[in-house]
């Protein structure tokens, strides 16, 4: 067994870790939380530099790296901007729910421009009424010639609002049983007849706009169909394993970044005349984040690394989405209480890495939705 990272992946960490910290700006960031900015100019310089498109194939516009590349990269990025960093790291692995099951025309079109950072896409599974069960959609999509005409609502749709396409999880065949089998994926471009978006107000993660999808008589042709009619919710699915990879490296470094924080202020801050870092108290915390941090960094890994060596484990990133995101509201919650009043404020960026990481847990399988995962796994039930 080697827990070493070969030399090229500790090169990717470096660069990845150097550029961040070199265009890390702290005005530019509390302004893009107050103002509810994307980093556009951040996408597109990461992008120049390849950060952007690490585990996607060179002909694509990506570097043609693994999943541990990749997540060496999201650790980076979310260490230094907290929810902004995953910004620029997660049109990448939206994008893969396209590489890996659409046709070569769709990919040429679509992911160049993406690994630039000049176009997001967005993928649109969750429903009102549905929510964490996807089985049962509302959204349909009928066959009238050779297009397919979609009608639904989708929600917590993010980027919609300013992404170029969404992949939209539709049900094609209302007879199909169990339904899921009558699932497909359509790629839809935002700016076709009969759509209506509109953004959320959220706690956090205010970089990223959150939207409902409205689809009224959207009509996409056949070459718009990803992967098999029918197929889509299986596509969905495979493709969950590495989105859930890349959740738990989002998580643990927005961990990192606020552990990072909270052990400066540690070391500077005093209080009855002492260091607070002297305090047991304050490093019984320190040492608690730091434990939570190192595990979860060992299940993505491995989970990561498994991914490449072609042996998907659907429980261990299972495991790894569930911990990782887990104890990234945990750790900044104590950064918080680190910092104590200090904390709660705007300009000490905890408060903003415990919000940001808040929709973690929810976002793709809440923790009941992965232990249920993880259990019917160990039991062995389908
Ligand atoms: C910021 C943000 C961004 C998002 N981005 C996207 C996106 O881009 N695309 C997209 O498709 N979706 C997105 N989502 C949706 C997200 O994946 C869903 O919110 C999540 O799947 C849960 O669905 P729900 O909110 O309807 O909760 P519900 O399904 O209504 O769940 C409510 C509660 O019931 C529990 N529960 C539900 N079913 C079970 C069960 N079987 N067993 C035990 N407990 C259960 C849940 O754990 C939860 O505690 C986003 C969500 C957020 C908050």
């Given amino acids: ?13 470096r660069a990845a870790r150097e550029f961040c910290e070199a265009e890390y700006d702290k005005d530019m960031v509390l302004d893009m939380e107050r103002e509810h900015k994307f980093p556009w100019e951040l996408l597109r310089k990461a992008a120049g530099l390849g950060f952007v498109g690490v585990a996607v194939p060179e002909e694509y516009g990506g570097q043609g790296y693994g999943l541990l590349e990749e997540l060496l990269v999201t650790e980076e990025f979310c260490r230094q901007f907290g929810g902004i960093g995953e910004c620029v790291v997660s049109p990448e692995t939206l994008a893969k729910l396209l590489l890996f099951n659409g046709t070569e025309e769709q990919k040429k079109k679509c992911l160049p421009s993406i690994m630039r950072g000049e176009a997001l896409i967005s993928v649109a599974f969750t429903e009102p009424e549905g929510g964490s069960d996807i089985i049962f959609l509302r959204t349909a999509a009928v066959k009238e010639g050779s297009d397919y005409i979609i009608n639904g609502n989708k929600i917590f749709n993010t980027y919609a609002s300013i992404a170029k396409w969404d992949i939209v999880l539709c049900q094609t065949d209302p007879e199909a049983k169990p339904t899921y089998r009558g699932q497909t994926l359509l790629l839809v471009e935002l700016d076709r007849e009969g759509i209506e978006i509109s953004d959320f107000e959220k706690m956090g993660w205010h970089a990223a706009p959150t939207c ?22 299986y596509h969905t699915v495979e493709f969950l394993n590495s989105f859930r990879v890349f959740m738990a490296g989002v998580g643990m470094g927005v961990a990192q970044g606020a552990f990072d924080r909270a052990l400066e202020y540690a070391k500077t801050r005093e209080a009855f005349g002492r260091k607070i870092g002297e305090f047991q108290a304050i490093q019984h915390r320190l040492a608690d984040m730091h434990l939570k941090i190192e595990m979860a960094r060992l299940l993505a890994y491995k989970a990561a690394w498994e991914i490449d060596q072609g042996r998907t484990d659907p429980k261990l990133c299972s495991m790894a989405k569930l911990y990782g995101c887990g104890i990234a509201t945990e750790v900044a919650d104590a950064a918080i209480s680190i910092f104590g009043g200090h904390g709660y404020m705007l300009e000490n960026e905890v408060e903003r890495f415990y919000r940001d990481a808040r929709c973690y847990p929810i976002v793709e399988g809440t923790p009941d939705l992965h232990k249920n995962l993880i259990g019917r796994a160990l039991l062995g039930l389908k």
């Avoid at 067994?1 to 960490?13: A, P, R």
């Fill in 212 to 233: 409902s999808l409205f689809l009224s008589n959207v009509r996409v042709p056949q070459e718009n169909l990803i992967g098999e009619e029918n197929r889509g919710f």
């Fill in 1 to 13: 067994m080697d827990f070493e990272l070969t030399k090229e992946q500790k090169d990717i960490q």
